[in-house]
């Protein structure tokens, strides 16, 4: 999609923006920004809106600092609110500042609401403009009400008291098919599982496992309903955890991503790489420990490589093995020993196998 200010070619890029909204953002994302722009700015925000949720945060937010101000403030209010606050966290903290200003102050609250919650918790993941509902409403009234507030992405409509303490949920295929007479407390089943808004993220993808949902609401201590996790929003989550959780295994930093400054991916990276080339200078220490061998049979310099090569493979087997542990909360801090000892063993065993397998190999060479 490249800048064209025709009007065939503005409507062309409205139809595609608009029914295809994932497929345009992967090609907006394979544009520079300044590329794209000009198609973008010549569009309604509206059309923009499903197309910013589907963006990567970091262009999503190149892109909307770039944008006239009144576009960027539509479209920071209209999306859902956890994609707004992922956008603006992409931002420096000055055009975050000034971009939250130019919001109404209920908008601006609620996202620093959202901001103030821990990065990897449930806060982050909810949405919160979700229209809540009592017992004694009619299905009627209910789908005029869904209607209004244009929930696409609901599941549930959940039922609260008269402190906003949520009680029960009505499922929306249920209400559809209910008599439009009937009162909401008629069609109300148990709410399965509930979180608090601190609760972090492996423990909401513990609770939509364990319970097969769609959607899981949000609390606060006194069991105030606060907002809503979709279960699309918790697979993105997912998928950005498992990246990070990758990128940490080799020593870069969560925060880095591909188009970040050369300045941060050096402040992020050196530390772990002068740590590698202490442990490094340590090998070979262990090495110089065996200088008079190797100088005696010279062909020993040449499984130096091997012995290098198995120490890391067996390194990362480990590492791989442990964090995933750690992410499905299979082990925590208090199992460190159990796991220190397990891997021990098994380098034990493993070393014996291997030196067993490359003795025999060394020897037939």
Not at 228 to 250: G, P, R, Y
Request: charged share 20%; with cysteine; aromatic share 6%.
């Amino acid at each position: 999609m490249t800048a064209d200010t025709t009007p065939v070619a503005a409507s062309l890029n409205r139809y595609f923006l608009l029914n295809f909204p994932a497929e345009a953002a992967r090609q907006i994302e394979s544009f520079a920004a300044a590329e794209v722009l000009p198609s973008l700015q010549e569009q309604d925000a509206a059309v923009l809106v499903p197309v910013w949720s589907k963006l990567v945060p970091l262009v999503a937010a190149t892109l909307t600092r770039q944008l006239p101000t009144d576009m960027a403030q539509q479209l920071l209010t209209e999306i859902p609110p956890g994609d707004a606050v992922r956008i603006l966290f992409q931002l420096p903290a000055t055009q975050r500042g000034a971009l939250l200003e130019t919001l109404s102050p209920a908008t601006r609250h609620e996202l620093e609401q959202l901001m103030s919650y821990p990065e990897d918790s449930a806060g982050r993941l909810m949405d919160t403009r979700i229209p809540t509902y009592r017992g004694s409403m009619t299905v009627q009234d209910a789908l005029d009400s869904l209607r209004r507030a244009k929930m696409k992405t609901a599941r549930s409509l959940y039922l609260v008291d008269d402190q906003g303490r949520i009680v029960e949920r009505v499922l929306l295929q249920e209400l559809a098919l209910a008599d439009p007479a009937s009162q909401l407390h008629e069609l109300a089943r148990p709410v399965r599982a509930t979180v608090q808004a601190t609760a972090s993220r492996e423990e909401v993808l513990e609770a939509f496992s364990r319970y097969v949902l769609l959607d899981l609401p949000v609390v606060d201590i006194d069991g105030v309903l606060l907002g809503v996790i979709i279960n699309n929003a918790l697979v993105q989550a997912v998928q950005e955890e498992s990246s990070a959780d990758i990128q940490t295994m080799v020593g870069v930093s969560r925060e880095e991503r591909a188009l970040s400054s050369p300045l941060f991916a050096v402040k992020k990276r050196m530390p772990w790489l002068q740590v590698n080339l202490l442990t490094a200078f340590l090998a070979a220490a262990v090495v110089g420990l065996f200088e008079n061998t190797i100088a005696q049979v010279t062909a020993l310099a040449i499984l130096l490589p091997v012995v290098a090569g198995q120490s890391g493979n067996a390194g990362a087997q480990a590492l791989a093995v442990t964090m995933r542990g750690l992410a499905l909360r299979e082990i925590t801090i208090r199992h460190w020993f159990a796991v220190m000892f397990k891997e021990v063993r098994v380098g034990f065993l493993n070393g014996l196998a291997i030196a067993t397998t490359c003795g025999i190999g060394v020897y037939l060479w």
